[in-house]
């Protein structure tokens, strides 16, 4: 029963490298969504998808990029690392998120950009 | 804009009684949910409020009055493992979720 799962789990990055987070789930979730997790703040939402093919941004998407090309995986990209972006990342995923579908959330990739 | 406040930290005794409170300023309402958040661990869900009224899950329940933007937490007969962070997070008009910065709950033996 895996739900979601995020790789890494810890990753150092010097400025101006890029990398990929990668996410994936087995619950045929059609809805899925990056956040960032900083002290003291509420998540916050960098990309989301309503479905394969389907992509938009968040509150907070600058630096990052995003595609869903199948229903399991949904990968995040970060372009060119900046100290700024040292961050929790969490990937989530939900049946449906207009009715009251909780969101089910990987464990979380710890990111240090030097 | 749109903001969730809740209190960064609060302290309560095992085998207490502790009300997490949190009060919303959304561009619409769709539905509130507690999520828990252990240290170093990814939130999990609580629970689940749309309509005013209390909503009772063993010995977490959690209220919502919408007139008045506002939601309580409520956790009985405390427990060591209850330590954690406690999320609050409004569904806004575009279905969007809107995170509070989470409350840090300490028990103490």
């Known amino acids: 029963n895996a739900g979601v799962t995020q790789t890494p789990k810890f990753q150092v990055l010097k400025t101006g490298q890029s990398m990929t987070l990668q996410c994936a789930q087995d619950?045929?979730?059609?809805?899925m969504s990056w956040y960032r997790q900083d002290p003291g703040m509420g998540l916050r939402l960098i990309h989301y998808?309503?479905?394969?093919?389907?992509?938009d941004q968040g509150e907070v998407p600058n630096g990052y990029n995003v595609s869903r090309s199948t229903t399991e995986d949904f990968p995040l990209r970060l372009l060119s690392a900046a100290p700024s972006q040292t961050s929790v990342y969490f990937c989530a995923s939900s049946q449906d998120p207009q009715i009251n579908q909780p969101q089910h959330f990987g464990d979380g990739t710890r990111l240090s950009i030097l | 804009g749109q903001n969730i406040d809740q209190p960064t930290e609060m302290t309560a005794t095992e085998g207490a009684i502790v009300q997490i409170n949190c009060t919303y300023q959304t561009s619409g309402f769709n539905g509130l949910f507690w999520y828990q958040q252990h240290a170093g661990e990814a939130p999990t869900f609580l629970s689940y409020?749309?309509l005013d009224g209390l909503e009772e899950k063993g010995r977490f329940s959690s209220f919502l009055s919408r007139s008045k933007g506002y939601s309580y937490l409520l956790l009985k007969e405390l427990q060591m493992k209850d330590s954690a962070s406690y999320l609050c997070a409004v569904l806004d008009s575009n279905y969007q979720l809107i995170w509070g910065a989470g409350t840090k709950l300490i028990i103490k033996p």
């Open positions: 619950m045929n979730h059609e809805y």
């Open positions: 998808s309503v479905g394969a093919g389907i992509t």
């Open positions: 409020n749309v």
